[in-house]
């Protein structure tokens, strides 16, 4: 395969592949933290540090979990700039004047500019995607995982000796519900987290169609799952594991996915009322999820990055406000429940 051949990391579809359908790679570096005295990667404090983007809902997941399970001061973590170009996701400078919190440079490595040549320091033949999160190990100076739903749960119990009892009760996937949450995170995966990214990288109608279809089906699932149930989360009164792995994708939906990624059937302040409400409810009262979301990041990335999609990188500036207060509604919602009052009275 000669240079020209090899597909480029902004080729969201191989330009080869005439399905013009969305393929998401998997994750390479899958080892895990433990507690296990055969592991290689042991719990310890300051050992790890986390690569992230506030851009990226899969890396946006283990900020979320960090926060909740008290991890902020056993794993610290780098941001990186919200741009992805050429060369993948790359570090801020001094001077750029990115907002959000730890958007620097590398702290871990001298003449870095890119996550990449992490990737390369680890391994110099390396061939796959530069992904963020990206689990770093410095005693071993080796990436540990990229893939954002093993990382999460290790944050769930493989540092508890490390925490205070108050977090160490913190459980996001009981056993009891188990099968139920892991049932529902494969459908919510496949049609709605990697849903948008299958409408919105779609270079065939057909393809479009086919994904933007199934998005909507199972958007359409969950705001039943909602309604049907006491709630206020996916799974009682408890946040779990289901929470936060729709959340990352629900929250960036009405800013970025209707317009940028033609997922416009419904938005969601104006199509589902139980979602809508579940999303304000985390966000709104929620620090581990409020804290961890940076729009300018969000809108910036995606509509500055994706050049095959928004040539001219041009911004929308609405939805405004981003996200509704918890009781706000837009007009069109409070005249419908106007004249709902009014065939009640």
């Known amino acids: 395969m000669t240079a020209s051949d090899t597909p480029k990391i902004t080729d969201w579809v191989d330009p080869k592949d005439k399905s013009g359908e969305f393929k998401r790679g998997q994750a390479v570096f899958r080892d895990t933290i433990s507690s296990n005295p055969d592991s290689r990667f042991q719990p310890e404090k300051d050992r790890y540090h986390l690569y992230i983007s506030y851009a990226c809902p899969w890396a946006c997941r283990t900020l979320i979990v960090r926060k909740l399970k008290g991890l902020e001061d056993i794993i610290p973590y780098t941001c990186v ?17 990115v907002p959000g919190e730890n958007v620097t440079l590398d702290p871990l490595h001298e003449n870095v500019s890119h996550l990449r040549d992490i990737y390369f320091k680890v391994d110099p033949e390396y061939k796959g995607r530069f992904t963020v999160p990206t689990l770093y190990d410095k005693k071993t100076a080796r990436i540990v995982n990229n893939e954002s739903s093993e990382i999460i749960r290790m944050f769930y119990t493989e540092f508890d000796d490390l925490l205070p009892e ?13 099968k139920e949450i892991e049932d529902m995170n494969g459908w919510v995966y496949d049609d709605i987290n990697n849903g948008v990214y299958k409408s ?17 089906k199972s958007l359409d699932r969950v705001e039943e799952h909602l309604s049907s149930r006491p709630g206020p989360f996916l799974f009682g ?7 936060v792995r729709l959340f990352t994708t629900i929250i960036r939906f009405d800013p970025v996915y209707v317009q940028h990624f033609k997922c416009n059937v419904r938005d969601i302040r104006t199509g589902y009322p139980h979602l809508h409400r579940w999303l304000r409810l985390l966000y709104w009262e929620h620090p581990a999820f409020h804290g961890t979301t940076n729009f300018y990041h969000i809108k910036q990335h995606y509509t500055k990055s994706h050049a095959q999609i928004n040539r001219f990188s041009i911004t929308p500036l609405g939805p405004i406000p981003d996200i509704l207060g918890l009781d706000d509604e837009v007009p069109a919602v409070l005249y419908a429940l106007a004249k709902e009052r009014e065939k009640e009275e």
């Open 200 to 216: 919105g990288f779609a270079t065939t109608q057909e393809a479009y169609t086919k994904a933007v279809t199934t998005l909507f």
């Open 166 to 178: 108050k977090f160490r009760k913190v459980d996001l996937l009981p056993e009891v519900i188990r």
């Open 237 to 243: 009164d408890r946040v779990t594991e289901a929470d």
């Open 81 to 97: 700039h919200w741009h992805m170009g050429e060369k993948g996701w790359r570090f801020a400078t001094p001077g750029e004047g």
